[in-house]
């Protein structure tokens, strides 16, 4: 098998900063139609007359379609090209996305969450390629933080503005409003995408494929961070998915538009994600990976009480620490395979996305039986493996 030797990446300024730029616009309307549909799980358990745990699937099955997705189309890439794969890939899911509130039942709106996160597959599959091909070396990190700092403002407007919307209107008028924002941001994406310079065209096929497979799981340290990738994901989807649902029960009774106002915590990832990415390139990924999960640990234990200034408190610091896990693990990804970046990415995409997928599924069956503490168990019990990966990867990788 041939590896094509990839150019340098040219470290122009106005370059990169457009590079940024779009991609930063990407995270947003990517998991802004990812999570679109959390702040709605109580309405749409209501309104379909669904347990929390079947309307949880339509966060849950477009995580999972996500999953299945993002290998073949990283290796549809390397044929059509990372550019071109996005846009169409962001193009259509905004799509989707609008004809969605248009669903006589729970069963096609799940179909349609499911098709929806086959298409935007196509942009995390593909995103931390572009990003390691086209950013300067010595800006790989912070150029990933701004990507993961859009993904956390994604994820919050996709939460925030459908779940502000459904206290004065119906679900689908409030759905309707959050794909719309996704769609605006979906544009703003493939208008700001400068063409990809260091990317280098390559034939696809199964034996390519499953070649390139292989050369980036020869790298060890890749399998660490695929665990940590597929624990953490999955404890923090777990906690969003049924906060909500905690939050308009008693004790706090809280109306949906507040209950859903606790989604602003996500500026903390916003925060974090940037920030991370800058701290390892200075002071090393490993112990800044550590951190940030002992950080997330800690949050999810702060949520237990009753309490309403607890929980937003502990919420806040899981946030944070999930979001800079998430930008150093995906950075040192990217950073470890210097050839065939698009499948080793997406690998630890497949690992991240169906850990979410089935720890925000199987955490509903925990709250349906056990209510919130039965969330924070599992949660708690998901950092656990996290930490023991986080303390080989010091023990046996570079910083």
Do not use: K
């Not at 709250?367 to 023991?388: E, I, N, Q």
């Amino acid at each position: 098998m041939v590896i094509a030797r990839l150019p340098r990446p040219v470290d122009g300024s106005a370059h990169q900063r457009r590079i940024t730029t779009a991609l930063f616009a990407a995270g947003l309307a990517t998991f802004g139609m990812l999570f679109s549909a959390q702040a709605l799980l109580p309405s749409l358990s209501a309104a379909f007359s669904a347990t929390p745990a079947q309307a949880g699937l339509a966060v849950s099955l477009t995580i999972g379609s996500l999953a299945v997705a993002v290998v073949p189309l990283s290796a549809v890439s390397e044929r059509w090209g990372r550019t071109r794969v996005m846009t169409v890939s962001v193009l259509s899911a905004a799509v989707i996305g609008l004809l969605l509130p248009l669903s006589p039942s729970l069963e096609v709106f799940l179909a349609g969450r499911a098709a929806q996160g086959l298409a935007l597959a196509g942009v995390p599959a593909v995103a931390m390629a572009y990003l390691a091909e086209e950013s300067a070396p010595h800006r790989l990190g912070s150029a990933m933080g701004m990507y993961v700092a859009g993904t956390s403002l994604g994820g919050l407007g996709g939460r925030l503005v459908p779940g502000l919307l459904v206290e004065v209107c119906s679900w689908r008028w409030a759905a309707a409003a959050g794909s719309a924002a996704a769609a605006l941001c979906a544009v703003w994406f493939v208008r700001a995408l400068p063409p990809a310079r260091g990317f280098t065209r390559r034939p696809i096929g199964v034996r390519v494929v499953a070649g390139d497979l292989v050369v980036a799981l020869r790298q060890r340290v890749l399998y660490t961070l695929f665990g940590v990738a597929f624990v953490l994901m999955g404890g923090f989807v777990a906690l969003y998915n049924f906060l909500g649902f905690r939050l308009l029960a008693a004790p706090f009774e809280l109306s949906p538009a507040v209950a859903n106002s606790v989604f602003v915590l996500y500026l903390a990832g916003t925060a974090t994600s940037a920030i991370a990415g800058r701290c390892a390139d200075r002071f090393g990924r490993a112990a800044v990976l550590t951190t940030a999960v002992a950080t997330m640990a800690a949050g999810v234990v702060l949520t237990l009480p009753d309490r309403l200034g607890t929980v937003a408190l502990g919420m806040v610091v899981c946030t944070a620490g999930f979001f800079a896990a998430h930008a150093v693990a995906g950075a040192w990804v990217g950073s470890t395979v210097r050839a065939n970046r698009a499948a080793a990415t997406s690998l630890y995409l497949l690992a991240y996305y169906l850990g979410g997928a089935l720890g925000g599924g199987l955490s509903g069956l925990a709250f349906g039986r056990y209510g919130w503490p039965g969330v924070v168990c599992c949660v708690a019990g998901l950092t656990v493996p996290a930490a023991v990966l986080c303390a080989r990867l010091r023990r046996t990788a570079t910083p």
